[in-house]
């Protein structure tokens, strides 16, 4: 309980509203099926590219039960097109579930404005903040949403453990059966470790967050220039306007994705496609498919994450890696 009162201050909840779970997509999968069966007239909207434990939950609902809204090329989604479908659905209990961050480009999503449209209609806003916990201020998200559930790993603290912030006013079902503990919505013993150093690394947080995304910012700026100097055409696939840490480009010039990243892997650098738990990395990304772009940079992307342990080295051995790479296959 103390270590839920901590949960609580830092994410500006009350500690009855935090219920610790295993994972940011439990989380997720409880809060969307939760108010769906406390409710099934609820009508969710959602955008093109959310990470697949948002999509595919909502997507498993009835077709007329949800609204899938697209971006644009920047990966944000339109506040006219929000208005429209909530202008159609007013008589509907409309939720709005999304992610400030985006897992594979790191672009941010107009947030604000969501939630002025949201509250124009009387909507709910369920945020998946497992990204954005570890990338945006918490004053920058949390004002900005009704419920939210994050993963604690994206912390720093072990896998294993995420948290589902519910308010007292909004009742779910639950969707298994057992003991009472977190509320009755995750019955069975919790992983009071995880639960201790996720307090712990909140703690961290607290005292280092705003300093350590300042200087994420200007590594990933600097790591883009680093790989921009590369002898072969490169497109920086992130928006404008995007979390620091994250970084995605495409190089259209590799031959096998597959081939590619296991090399890079051989080498000590560890980057993804997608989001870290996808499997499949040989097909276009979804994501950037949705943004507009073709299919030889969909098809030759990279997600690049950085964190408190990155430096402004590790950008210079990836380029060093991404050379050895194409003169290997010369």
């Not at 830092?10 to 809060?31: D, N, Q, V």
């Not at 039960?65 to 990966?75: A, H």
């Not at 961290?204 to 790989?227: D, F, P, V």
Request: proline residues 4%; contains cysteine.
């Amino acid at each position: 309980e103390r270590n839920r009162s901590t949960a609580a201050s830092y994410f500006k909840s009350k500690p009855e509203e935090i219920r610790f779970c295993s994972s940011g997509t439990e989380a997720l999968f409880a809060g969307i099926n939760g108010l769906y069966l406390a409710d099934r007239e609820s009508f969710f909207i959602t955008t093109a590219i959310e990470h697949s434990a948002v999509l595919n939950n909502i997507t498993s609902l009835p077709p007329d039960r949800y609204k899938i809204l697209d971006v644009d090329s920047e990966g944000a989604v339109s506040i006219a097109d929000l208005k429209t479908v909530l202008e159609v659905n007013q008589n509907k209990n409309n939720i709005i579930v999304y992610s400030p961050v985006n897992h594979e480009t790191g672009g941010i999503q107009p947030v604000k404005e969501i939630s002025d449209t949201a509250r124009q209609y009387g909507a709910l806003i369920f945020m998946d903040a497992v990204q954005s916990a570890a990338r945006m201020p918490v004053i920058e998200w949390r004002n900005y949403c009704d419920m939210f559930a994050l993963s604690s790993h994206k912390l720093y603290a072990p896998k294993g453990c995420g948290i589902l912030s519910v308010p007292d006013n909004i009742k779910l079902a639950g969707f298994r059966y057992g003991g009472g503990q977190e509320g009755s919505l995750f019955p069975g013993t919790e992983n009071t470790h995880s639960v201790a150093a996720l307090a712990k690394a909140l703690d961290y947080h607290s005292a280092n967050l705003q300093t350590e995304l300042k200087r994420l910012e200007i590594l990933t700026s600097e790591g883009l220039g680093i790989l921009l100097k590369l002898p072969f055409e490169i497109f920086a696939e992130s928006p404008s306007r995007s979390a620091p840490g994250v970084l995605c480009i495409s190089i259209p010039e590799i031959d096998d994705m597959e081939n590619f990243l296991d090399f890079l892997a051989e080498k000590r650098k560890c980057i993804s496609r997608f989001s870290a738990c996808s499997e499949d990395i040989s097909g276009p990304s979804a994501i950037l498919t949705r943004m507009g772009r073709g299919k030889e940079r969909a098809g030759r992307s990279l997600r690049i994450s950085t964190g408190i342990y990155s430096k402004r080295e590790d950008y210079f051995a990836l380029a060093g890696a991404i050379s050895s790479y194409f003169k290997k296959q010369q």
